[in-house]
């Protein structure tokens, strides 16, 4: 006998003998009998869902690990077969229907399956509108991730990568040089823009075809985001951060002003150490990346999880961590098969971007690995990109934290003293330049889905000067936006981030203080502290896609997703 069956036989027998005027025997006969019959019905659809979805979803996941390592039009075609493997399969509508009308009709009430049902159906319902509009994105997104694979910058006659992109916006004080390398890297955007815009419009018209008003107000409610709750937190984030970013900004402006020999006025988006202006341009009177020179960032990582009774090793192996010829430039983190096989794609060099980096990969990695492997398999995930990306970030900042340069990095005290205080700075600096840079994709997204044929360049360049304060090149025509990989290939996820951060701060806030005894969750990186590792694996990592990421949120910190957390520690 099914666990949903004993439970409903229980439950029946109990409300019988308590309200014994208002129930008949033959409504709790019939009571259980629907119960029965809907378990039924869901774990028929489930196993022969799970037949077909799991060698699918195995051949996709490891295409994209080939493709991306590779960069070949071989592998890449063969993701694009997989990937529209997947697409086809999901676009079966009479299966729909019954998953559909079995979760509508509520009478699936095991928690844990009503879960499957609720997963089985978001996977269904992008899928179900036109199969070829669906298979032309694919192939736009396909192109364009081996365009972003191989694209190379040209700066002095020479192809240079992103690494050396980055490193020339971050080191150099010429203002010639450092508009070749922006430009270099953002001329890709020219070759995105045109596949961008009919990406757009197709997936608006899938979404108006299934009874969305565009495609961002989709993937919210596919998301489980209330958009009305949505908007009313990036509202809530953008009054918390104006005044503080504009004081930062002003200072960043006096400073590069200064680098460059020019007047503020004349400060343009290649000034500020950064391709998109995300991160804090070294402002540090300590530099930050000579802190890891010589050092083998995979060995402080490894020495960190293993801390926290964490271990990474076997994540580690199986990963791919430096730069080659056609290889993705960027980093992730990817579960094969839910059953283990987590690996963590990177470019490393030495230096503060890449040890953040490699901490945030692997704080993916190991939320994976740690997820209960008795869950049933379609609840075998995080919970949401927000809760997932919420404990990357979380780890990835603590390479900016005093008792991680400390125990981990090995810096004395005294070492340590000069590089903890620009660290923390840093960070602060960073979290707000983030949330900045944050609303204007949140912003441009949303705008751009609600009306795609409006001048996205202008779009984008205005909310860049809003919220960044960054005064646009003197050719606004240039489509920046699609120079961000994210805005093609991985849709309306950017808030994931943000919103992550603000789980990070509450998630950390709570190990800290409710876990550890810690009062103030600076003072702790939770190195050498296994029980702060044990609540991070059994209440966030463990329940997996259980629950909801807002409830599963309240589960690991008693509350529901607040900004409170983070203002506290980075606004105030």
């Known amino acids: 006998m099914s666990r949903q069956i004993r439970i409903t036989i229980a439950l029946g027998a109990l409300f019988m003998f308590c309200n014994p005027t208002n129930l008949r025997a033959n409504d709790v006969k019939q009571t259980i009998d629907e119960a029965r019959k809907a378990h039924e019905e869901f774990v028929s659809l489930r196993d022969a869902y799970l037949a077909k979805f799991k060698p699918l979803e195995l051949t996709s996941a490891n295409a994209w690990w080939n493709a991306s390592i590779s960069g070949n039009d071989e592998d890449f075609a063969k993701k694009k ?13 009479e299966f729909f229907k019954k998953v559909k009308a079995l979760r509508e009709s509520g009478k699936v009430r095991d928690p844990i399956s009503a879960r499957e049902l609720d997963v089985m159906y978001f996977h269904f319902l992008p899928a179900q509108a036109n199969k070829e509009l669906q298979k032309k994105i694919l192939e736009i997104e396909n192109k364009v991730e081996q365009i972003f694979n191989t694209h190379r910058s040209e700066v002095g006659g020479k192809k240079i990568t992103e690494n050396d992109v980055r490193k020339i916006l971050k080191d150099s004080k010429d203002s010639k040089e450092v508009m070749q390398a922006w430009m270099g890297y953002t001329s890709v955007g020219k070759k995105i823009a045109p596949d961008l815009k009919a990406a757009v ?49 002003a200072d960043i402006d006096d400073r590069m002003a200064r680098k460059f020999g020019i007047a503020k006025e004349e400060l343009r988006p290649w000034h500020f150490g950064d391709l998109f202006f995300q991160e804090a341009p070294g402002m540090e009177s300590v530099n930050l990346d000579d802190l890891f020179v010589d050092i083998d960032m995979i060995e402080l990582t490894k020495k960190y999880y293993a801390s926290l009774d964490m271990p990474c090793e076997d994540i580690i192996k199986r990963s791919d961590l430096y730069e080659s010829e056609g290889k993705s430039p960027h980093a992730f983190c990817t579960h094969i098969d839910r059953e283990g096989d987590v690996r963590v794609l990177c470019n490393l060099k030495p230096n503060m971007y890449w040890a953040d980096t490699l901490m945030h990969e692997v704080g993916h990695a190991v939320y994976d690995k740690y997820i209960n492997r008795e869950l049933p398999f379609l609840l075998r995930e995080p919970s949401h990109s927000i809760t997932t990306e919420g404990a990357a970030m979380m780890f990835g900042a603590l390479v900016k934290n005093e008792d991680w340069l400390i125990n981990v990095r090995g810096l004395s005290k005294d070492e340590a003293k000069e590089a903890v205080e620009a660290a923390q700075t840093s960070l602060r600096i960073e979290k707000l330049i983030f949330s900045r840079w944050t609303q204007v994709m949140v912003r441009f997204e949303m705008a751009m889905y609600a009306n795609p044929n409006q001048d996205l360049s202008k779009l984008w360049w205005d909310l860049k000067k809003k919220y960044q304060l960054m005064n646009p ?3 606004t025509t240039l489509p920046g936006y699609a120079a961000k990989i994210h805005v093609l290939s991985v849709p309306v996820y950017y808030h994931s981030y943000m919103m992550g951060d603000l789980f990070a701060a509450q998630v950390h806030a709570y190990a800290a203080q409710k876990v550890l005894g810690i009062k103030h969750p600076d003072k702790t990186c939770f190195y050498n502290q296994p029980k702060a590792g044990k609540y ?11 629950m909801s990421w ?3 949120t309240k589960y690991a910190t008693g509350e529901y997703l607040s900004a409170k957390y983070f203002a506290k520690r980075f606004v105030n």
């Open 81 to 93: 077969n997989a990937d529209t493997a997947l697409l086809e399969f999901h676009s079966d509508k």
């Open 201 to 249: 419009g197709y997936r608006n018209q899938i979404a108006k075809e299934l009874g969305f008003h565009n495609y961002y107000d989709m993937r919210l409610a596919v998301q489980e985001i209330d958009k009305q709750e949505f908007v009313k937190l990036f509202d809530e984030l953008d009054t918390l951060t104006r005044k503080p970013f504009a004081e930062i900004k």
């Open 473 to 475: 090149p003197d050719d």
């Open 536 to 546: 991070f694996r059994t209440r966030v990592f463990a329940p997996g896609n259980l």
């Open 550 to 552: 807002n409830e599963l």
